[in-house]
C-alpha cells in the first residue's frame, strides 16, 4: 500500500486541490499521460534525466496530476459531512482526515484539513493520477524504474522528495472539461522567462565557477561565450541595440551554436565589418536570420560579398521564418548547382562547329571563374560514342538544360523548332544571329536578339555569351561577381 498526507483544501471557487510530498518513484507508479499530452520529446526526455541524476543544482517544480474518484458522495464526506475517521473506497482506497485542524486566522476559517490517502497496490497498477505539468520530467524517469525493477537494485535518484498538488473530482464529463481547461491554462497563459532572463541570471553574477556555468547551460565553451559578452558590453553595437534588442546574452549564445570551431576574435571582427555597414546604410535588413547569416558568412570567409548583395536583393519576409544556417545552406546550393547550356544552331561545318564549341566553353569557363557558379556546357552537335536517336537526344537536353542560346543565323527551320521547345517549356532564352545574315521572318522577329560577326566570334561571340550569362546571373540568381 501506498500512503500520501499531505493537505486539502477548496481553491478558486470550489475546486477541490489535495497537496504534500512524496517520492519520484511513487509519484511515476501512480500516474499516467492524459491523451491532451503533447508528444514526448525524445531528445529533451535523456537530457532531463542526465540533469536529475549529475547537476548540483537539480530541483523539482511542484507536480500537478488530477484524480477522478469513482465514489459520489467522497468529496462531500471529505470537506463536510465527516470531521474526522476514514473515508472507505470500494476498490480498496481510504481516505483518513486527521484529528489535526488548522487555527483560526484572519479572514474566514479555514477549511484546510490534514488527510492520508490509502492506495493498494491493487490500484497503483492502475496509475489513478492523470498528468497535468510535469510529464515530461517523469517520463524521463521511465529508464531508470525500468532497470531498477529488472535489477532489483535500489536507485536513490527515485527517493527524491519533490511536491505535489492534485485535482479532486468526481468521475464524468463535467470532471474531464476542467481537466482539459487546466491543462490548457497551465501551458498556454504563463510566459515563460526569456532566454535573456534566463541567461542573465547565470552569466551576470561572479560568484557562479565556470564549471557551475557549464553545468547549469549545457555548454562547453564558456570562455568564447564570456568573450562576446563583454565585446557587446564594451562595443555597445548599434545593430545589437536595433536589431538583436540589446539582447546580448541570447546573442552570444546563438553565435556559440551558429559558429563551431572559430575563434571568437574572427567572429568578433565580423560583427563590427557588419556594424559598419549598417551604420553606413550599406545594409538596409533589419532581418535578426539575415543579419546572422551574414555573421556566419563574413566569420567564416566564404563568398560574403557574393551572398551579401544575393540576400539584399531578396525581401526580408523572405527569410523570417528560415534559420541562418538555412539560409546560408540556401544559397550554396543555389552556387554549386549545375546550370545545363543547350545551345542550338546551324550546322557551319565540322571545323566551324568545333571553333563554336570552343568559344562557348571558354566564356562558359570564364563565367564560373567570375561568379563561383557551376555551368556545364552541353557540347554542340556532338554525337561520339554509342549510337543514339539524335531527336530524342536533343529533346531531352532542352528539357534537361536551364539556358538556351538559339542562333538564329539564316531562319535555320530546326533552330526555329527547337527554340520553340525552349520556350514552351519556360527555359531563359538567349538569341543570336549574325550580323549580316538573314533577318528573322517569324514572330521571334520583333524579339530582343543580340548580333556577333562571323569573321571574329572569337571575340564578338564570347562578349555576347559572356555579358548574357552574367546578365542572368545578377538578374535571375541576384549573383555578383566574385572579384567585386
Known amino acids: 500500500m501506498v ?47 542526465n540533469f536529475l541524476r549529475n547537476s548540483p543544482f537539480r530541483f ?11 465514489e459520489s458522495e467522497a468529496l462531500t464526506k471529505l470537506k463536510v459531512s465527516q470531521t474526522q475517521g476514514t473515508i472507505n473506497f470500494t476498490n480498496g482506497i481510504s481516505i483518513k482526515k486527521a484529528k489535526f485542524t488548522f487555527q483560526k486566522i484572519i479572514g474566514d476559517e479555514p477549511k484546510t484539513k490534514v488527510i492520508t490517502i490509502n492506495i493498494p497496490y491493487t490500484e497503483i497498477s492502475k496509475k489513478p493520477f492523470v498528468r497535468l505539468d510535469g510529464n515530461h520530467r517523469l517520463s524521463s524517469l521511465k529508464e531508470i524504474y525500468d532497470q531498477e525493477a529488472e535489477s532489483n537494485i535500489h536507485n536513490e535518484l527515485l527517493d527524491m522528495v519533490v511536491p505535489f498538488s492534485v485535482l479532486l473530482q468526481i468521475r464524468g464529463e463535467e470532471a474531464e472539461k476542467y481537466e482539459s481547461a487546466f491543462f490548457y491554462l497551465i501551458n498556454s497563459k504563463a510566459k515563460a522567462l526569456t532566454t535573456e532572463e534566463n541567461l542573465h541570471a547565470i552569466l551576470e553574477k561572479d560568484f557562479f565557477t565556470n564549471e557551475e556555468r557549464i ?8 570562455d568564447k561565450l564570456q568573450k562576446y559578452i563583454t565585446d557587446f558590453k564594451f562595443n555597445k553595437y548599434k545593430i545589437i541595440s536595433e536589431i538583436f534588442e540589446n539582447e546580448i546574452y541570447t546573442l552570444a549564445l546563438t553565435l556559440l551554436s551558429l ?21 553606413n546604410k550599406e545594409l538596409k535588413i533589419s532581418n535578426k536570420n539575415i543579419v ?5 558568412v563574413r566569420s567564416e570567409k566564404k563568398f560574403y560579398n557574393n551572398f551579401f548583395t544575393w540576400i539584399q536583393n531578396f525581401p526580408s519576409k523572405a527569410f523570417v521564418d528560415i534559420n541562418p544556417e538555412k539560409i546560408v545552406s540556401l544559397y550554396e546550393e543555389l552556387i554549386s548547382k549545375q546550370l545545363e547550356v543547350f545551345v542550338a544552331m546551324p550546322y557551319f561545318g565540322e571545323e566551324k562547329i568545333k571553333e563554336y564549341n570552343k568559344i562557348y566553353k571558354e566564356a562558359i569557363d570564364e563565367i564560373n571563374k567570375q561568379y563561383g557558379t ?15 536517336d539524335q531527336i530524342k537526344d536533343i529533346i531531352d537536353k532542352i528539357k534537361r538544360c536551364d539556358i538556351f542560346f538559339s542562333d538564329v543565323t539564316d531562319n535555320n527551320a530546326n533552330v526555329t523548332y527547337e527554340m520553340g521547345w ?29 548580333s556577333y560577326n562571323k569573321e571574329c566570334p572569337n571575340i564578338t561571340l564570347k562578349k555576347e555569351i559572356e555579358n548574357n550569362l552574367s546578365a542572368i546571373l545578377e538578374n535571375d540568381y541576384h549573383l555578383v561577381r566574385v572579384d567585386k
Open 3 to 49: 500512503k500520501l498526507t499531505g493537505i486539502v483544501e477548496d481553491v478558486f471557487g470550489g475546486r477541490t486541490v489535495f497537496r504534500g510530498y512524496a517520492t519520484l518513484r511513487t509519484l511515476y507508479k501512480l500516474s499516467q499521460s492524459s491523451d491532451y499530452q503533447r508528444k514526448e520529446d525524445k531528445e529533451r526526455l535523456p537530457a532531463i534525466c
Open 60 to 70: 523539482y517544480p511542484e507536480l500537478l496530476f488530477a484524480w477522478q474518484i469513482e
Open 215 to 222: 553545468d547549469l547551460l549545457g555548454i562547453s565553451s564558456i
Open 259 to 279: 559558429i563551431k570551431n572559430i575563434e571568437a576574435s574572427k567572429v568578433v571582427s565580423a560583427i563590427q565589418y557588419i556594424n559598419a555597414c549598417y551604420e
Open 292 to 296: 546572422l547569416s551574414l555573421i556566419k
Open 374 to 388: 557551376n555551368i556545364y556546357l552541353n557540347k554542340i552537335m556532338s554525337n561520339t560514342g554509342e549510337t543514339s
Open 422 to 450: 525552349a520556350r514552351a517549356l519556360n527555359k531563359k532564352v538567349i538569341i543570336l544571329r549574325e550580323e549580316n545574315s538573314e533577318k528573322p521572318k517569324s514572330d521571334y522577329a520583333n524579339d530582343t536578339y543580340h
